[in-house]
Nanobody, 115 residues
Framework: QVQLQESGPGLVKPSQTLSLTCTVSGGSITTNSYYWTWIRQPPGKGLEWIGSIAYSGNTYYSPALKSRTSISRDTAKNQFTLQLNSVTSEDTAVYYC???????WGQGTQVTVSS
């Protein structure tokens, strides 16, 4: 069974870069037709797709966040990483990593943007 685990700082200062890593076990991030995704849920709001990295390494980003977002991968470590630049309090959320089409979720990690 595929398992995903997010890791990274829980507190980021405004204007800095949020960086999270998702470690995948039980499956390879290069598995054909799989997309590895970052999703977030701000307090009191719904789920928001941030972006995805495909099995091929191609990346796809939310238009609303594209200018500040970068998703990369380390195939040797079977990890993929989110970087979100110039964060503000609006970026405070629970961040999840997710795999499609297998529909596996990480447990989520709270990230708070505050000085």
């Amino acid at each position: 069974q595929v398992q995903l685990q997010e890791s990274g700082p829980g507190l980021v200062k405004p204007s800095q870069t949020l960086s999270l890593t998702c470690t995948v076990s039980g499956g390879s991030i290069t598995t054909n037709s799989y997309y590895w995704t970052w999703i977030r849920q701000p307090p009191g709001k719904g789920l928001e797709w941030i972006g995805s990295i495909a099995y091929s390494g191609n990346t796809y980003y939310s238009p609303a966040l594209k200018s500040r977002t970068s998703i990369s991968r380390d195939t040797a470590k079977n990890q993929f990483t989110l970087q979100l630049n110039s964060v503000t309090s609006e970026d405070t959320a629970v961040y999840y990593c997710y795999s499609w089409p297998s529909d596996y979720w990480g447990q989520g990690t709270q990230v708070t943007v505050s000085s």
